[in-house]
């Protein structure tokens, strides 16, 4: 079975993306993990199936799996992509706004350029409930044992939930141990995308991320967007930060409370293949 797919990635953050407009998806996880190995598959942190829209009011729906085959809600680098996608498939043009729909809900995307996407992410949503983290009031702050140490960390849903750290140094040896116990923490039902935060100034914001089901990743969309909105609730950034990740920069505007927040970032086409892995005929 041949299976073609686009490779794309947003600042380093790697997707393999799939034409499902016209045959469903129907990959198994085991497939999805085959495909996702970087040394006898493809490689990718997540897989992005382009579809028909359950939702009317939208132009197309996008499915979002991990590179462990799990599913996920949101991918802020892989909607730019999805828009990339969609205008070199002759679906969308430049300076075109259009409301795609996400496994999260629909979503605004405005095409710039064939290579930068601006996105309407939703309004962060900072209830314990929403996350979900396992909490019993909302704060600004929450302590959470991580092994053998209490960090303090702000938990936020952008789709998909985060917890977000910040740490004086993101180079720090002891962050490679803390972010693969903070992803799987008990607090979080679901897993939570482990953001650690570098506070530059004001509008400047630097950035690394341990994502559930892929691990540490060159950047995370949804993981700058959770940072940006938890500093600035915290009165410690302005509403557009720059936000540096080992892949390159995003751009994040947010007014606060209530509002939309908005990522603006590039999306590029690697190379188009054909998987003909043998466990796709089983």
């Known amino acids: 079975m041949k299976l073609h797919f686009s490779k794309m990635h947003g600042i380093g953050n790697d997707f393999v993306m799939l034409d499902c407009r016209r045959q469903p998806f129907a990959l198994r996880e085991e497939q999805i993990r085959a495909i996702a190995d970087r040394r006898t598959g493809v490689g990718f942190d997540q897989l ?15 499915g ?18 999805v828009a990339a996608w969609l205008h070199r498939a002759g679906e969308l043009a430049i300076g075109d706004t259009v409301r795609l729909e996400s496994p999260s ?15 309407d992410m939703g309004v962060p949503a900072f209830a314990p409930s929403q996350v979900p983290f396992r909490a019993d009031v909302e704060a600004d702050s929450y302590a959470i044992d991580v092994g053998d140490e209490t960090l303090m960390m702000g938990a936020v849903s952008m ?9 004086p140094d993101l180079q720090a040896p002891v962050l490679f141990r803390q972010g693969p116990l903070l992803t799987t923490h008990e607090r979080f039902p679901e897993g939570a995308n482990a953001g650690f935060v570098q506070v530059v100034d004001r509008g400047q914001l630097r950035l690394r991320v341990h994502e559930r089901g892929s691990g540490w990743t060159l950047a995370c969309g949804t993981g700058a967007c959770a940072a940006m909105a938890v500093m600035h ?18 751009t994040i505007d947010w007014a606060g409370r209530g509002q939309t927040l ?3 970032g590039p999306a590029a086409f690697v190379f188009e293949g054909e998987w003909l892995g043998s466990r796709m005929a089983r």
């Open 233 to 250: 609730e915290r009165g410690e950034v302005d509403d557009r930060v720059q936000v540096a990740l080992p892949g390159g920069e995003l």
């Open 159 to 167: 789709g998909n939930p985060h917890a977000v750290v910040v740490v």
């Open 105 to 119: 809900g629909p979503v605004t995307v405005r095409l710039i350029n064939a290579h930068e996407v601006t996105v």
């Open 48 to 62: 992005i199936s382009i579809e028909p829209p359950r939702d009317p009011s939208c132009a197309f729906y996008y």
């Open 262 to 264: 908005w990522m603006t």
């Open 64 to 81: 979002i799996w991990n590179a462990d085959g799990s599913p996920s809600g949101q991918c802020g680098n892989g909607v730019r992509c």
